[in-house]
């Protein structure tokens, strides 16, 4: 039985200001600059070949993951290029752009094998010239791949077809790319804490304990995304494990209020899914059991919630903060102190998203990732301070703010310790629009 937290569950949010950046380790490019490539040559190819029409079709994943994450990223990048115009239908398109990726987890830390394909829209015939220029523009990033995840599949670079042309491939071993496009649920914290020495003080955690802390969180993660499964909390609540402090519940009304009602989480598979239907308004509550305070990156299909504030640092930022023992109901996209946009189960979704998502018959994703934060000067929760990087530290003050939604400051380590998804079935789109 859930004991609730001191306090009723509350709707005002704080929305945090401040970051704290893990150091570069050389890694390969993360998601962004990978869709900037990608977007980048597509348009030079149809450049090149005198073509203007292009329609993005789905990025085929495994059943725990989400590719709309990969079209939509596209579809917002390719939009913007000129002359190029990207159209829903094949039947307008005179090229396609496809794609599939898979999830690979048995390195020493899981990473995403994208492969996307250039087809004419006629005859369904793939463009392999195209082949070229994606390995060409990945070759080195390939490579640092193979290296940091000691991964034999890639170690010998991309796959090749029979006649020997290599696979227009992609390794993307960023970690908050991975974890978007794989959407675990996994808390990490008691991996990470007991990857070192229990009675070290935190003054004196070095760079090998950091290392061993991310192994740890990385096999974890990997474990979760072999084996998916979660806790069953109540029949509306659930959490990566019996163990795990940090708790999800979905409300649902059918009429946008703030008087939302908490909604059955169902078991498939060791996934936890929802059984939205077409019309419904939701709203995500997280529930913070832990002894300090969190940042909750909340995406919805990939997209985060706080992609549409009218305030740039808000979207960079991208996180909610909910204090130590407390819980915080976030009721829909973030636009600015006053409002919101509500989160809808819809074929054809409204407000800012509407342009914005892709692949709208697809199973959908709820994620919720967990971030330790702390006011600066205090001290950093434990499995924080094993993963964070002392030296990255900095402050970014945003405006002050005294409307409904209150702004806090806080310190942030960029590696998450947690990860909530719930999966749910996206609506055919209507078939009888204008």
């Known amino acids: 039985m859930l004991t609730r937290p001191k306090s009723e569950i509350f709707r005002i949010l704080a929305i945090a200001l401040l970051l704290l950046g893990i150091g570069s380790t050389g890694r390969a490019a993360d998601l962004k600059e990978t869709l900037d490539i990608l977007a980048e040559d597509v348009v030079a190819y149809m450049n090149e070949n005198a ?12 059943r725990t993951g989400t590719g709309r994450t990969l079209s939509t990223g596209l579809i917002e990048r390719l939009k913007t290029q000129g002359d190029l115009q990207v159209v829903d239908s094949e039947v307008d398109a005179q090229l396609v752009l496809r794609g599939d990726f898979t999830l690979e987890v048995n390195g020493t830390s899981p990473f995403v094998l994208l492969e996307v394909r250039l087809l004419n829209a006629e005859n369904g015939a793939e463009q392999k010239e195209f082949r070229s220029r994606i390995t060409e523009s990945f070759e080195k990033d390939f490579d640092l791949a193979a290296k940091e995840t000691g991964s034999a599949k890639i170690s010998q670079g991309p796959e090749k077809d029979p006649d020997g042309t290599p696979k227009a491939q992609v390794a993307i071993t960023d970690d908050k790319a991975v974890t978007t496009l794989a959407g675990p649920t996994a808390d990490t914290t008691e991996a990470i804490e007991k990857a070192v020495d229990p009675q070290k003080p935190l003054d004196q955690i070095t760079e090998s304990d950091r290392k061993l802390g991310l192994a740890a969180r990385s096999k974890a993660i ?3 995304i072999k084996n998916p499964s979660f806790h069953q909390v109540s029949a509306t609540i659930m959490s990566a494990s019996e163990e795990s402090k940090f708790h ?3 409300n649902v009304s059918e009429t946008f209020n703030r008087n939302l009602n908490a909604f059955p989480i169902v078991d498939k598979g060791g996934i936890a899914f929802a059984p939205f239907q077409e019309g419904q308004f939701y709203s995500v509550t997280i529930i913070n059991q832990e002894s300090f305070d969190i940042g909750v990156e909340l995406l919805i299909d990939g997209v985060n ?3 549409f504030s009218e ?7 991208g996180k909610w903060v909910i204090p130590a023992g407390r819980s915080g109901n976030i009721l829909g996209y973030f636009i600015n102190p006053g409002s919101v946009d509500a989160f809808q189960v819809s074929g054809k979704p409204i407000g800012p998203v509407e342009e914005t998502l892709a692949d709208q018959s697809k199973i959908g994703t709820i994620t919720a990732a967990i971030y330790a ?10 499995a924080a301070k094993i993963v964070g990087d002392p030296a990255d530290l900095r402050t970014v003050r945003g405006p002050r703010i005294s409307t409904n939604i209150q702004t806090v400051q806080r310190v942030f380590c960029e590696t998450a310790l947690a990860f909530m998804t719930v999966r749910y079935v996206n609506p055919d789109p209507p078939t009888d629009l204008p």
């Open 51 to 62: 073509k203007t029409k292009l329609s993005v079709d789905t990025f085929n994943g495994p």
């Open 222 to 224: 990997s474990d979760s």
């Open 248 to 250: 999800m519940q979905l």
């Open 305 to 307: 919630s706080m992609a």
């Open 311 to 317: 305030n740039a640092e808000f979207r960079d930022v």
């Open 373 to 382: 934060c702390w006011e600066e000067g205090d001290t950093p929760p434990r």
